[in-house]
T-cell receptor
Framework: DAKTTQPPSMDCAEGRAANLPCNHS???????VYWYRQIHSQGPQYIIH???NNETNEMASLIITEDRKSSTLILPHATLRDTAVYYCIVRDMNTGFQKLVFGTGTRLLVSP | DVKVTQSSRYLVKRTGEKVFLECVQDMDHENMFWYRQDPGLGLRLIYFSYDVKMKEKGDIPEGYSVSREKKERFSLILESASTNQTSMYLC??????????????FGQGTRLTVV
């Protein structure tokens, strides 16, 4: 069962920041928050992950609340190519095997 | 460039046929996964494997089986295909590294239609 809750859809204007929320209120201390996205007709693609601290890479930023019960993925300057379904996942990284369980994700539509 | 390759992009099979979906990864990953994706339901885990000849049921294993005879290859088998197994099937692999990033890589998917 997915342990995350995301809004089904969001809209964003091109060039603006897209802020995608995720609730993971039952997250445990060993679990990391991962984000993937799936562009139409392709397999999901890794974006970013984090445990407690905020993280940034060339694709996005991840903000995790202090109680770790929610997080936000930020695409600072959304482009039309960022239109995709975004998945938030929690994974226990302290076991040798990490099962990936997806929810239904957020469909982000970036418009001109 | 890392790669997960699924043998077919599109497949049409008849009801009752035995269907094999093949997945090969070239990254020496221990973990491999099979998902199906249906509109409104997201990605649902069918089976996964964390080592050669090891397999575990996911959330929706009914009607499916898997085989992992070699580390790089993970096969999904539909013993007797039914129309409700018409779906997009996605294979993924990831390494096992305790406490480290174990990013999963996905194939392009196989769109299976059972008629």
């Amino acid at each position: 069962d997915a342990k995350t809750t995301q809004p089904p859809s969001m809209d964003c204007a091109e060039g603006r920041a897209a802020n995608l929320p995720c609730n993971h209120s039952t997250i445990s201390g060993n679990e990391y928050v991962y984000w993937y996205r799936q562009i139409h007709s392709q397999g999901p693609q890794y974006i970013i992950h984090g445990l407690k601290n905020n993280e940034t890479n060339e694709m996005a930023s991840l903000i995790i609340t202090e109680d770790r019960k929610s997080s936000t993925l930020i695409l600072p300057h959304a482009t039309l190519r960022d239109t995709a379904v975004y998945y938030c996942i929690v994974r226990d990284m302290n076991t040798g095997f990490q099962k990936l369980v997806f929810g239904t994700g957020t469909r982000l539509l970036v418009s001109p | 460039d890392v790669k997960v390759t699924q043998s077919s992009r599109y497949l049409v099979k008849r009801t009752g046929e035995k269907v094999f979906l093949e997945c090969v990864q070239d990254m020496d990953h221990e973990n491999m996964f099979w998902y199906r994706q249906d509109p409104g339901l997201g990605l649902r885990l069918i089976y996964f494997s964390y080592d050669v000849k090891m397999k575990e049921k996911g959330d929706i294993p009914e009607g499916y089986s898997v085989s992992r005879e070699k580390k790089e290859r993970f096969s999904l088998i539909l013993e007797s295909a039914s129309t409700n197994q018409t779906s997009m099937y996605l294979c993924a692999s990831s390494p096992t590294s305790l406490g480290l990033n174990t990013e999963a890589f996905f194939g392009q998917g196989t769109r299976l239609t059972v008629v």
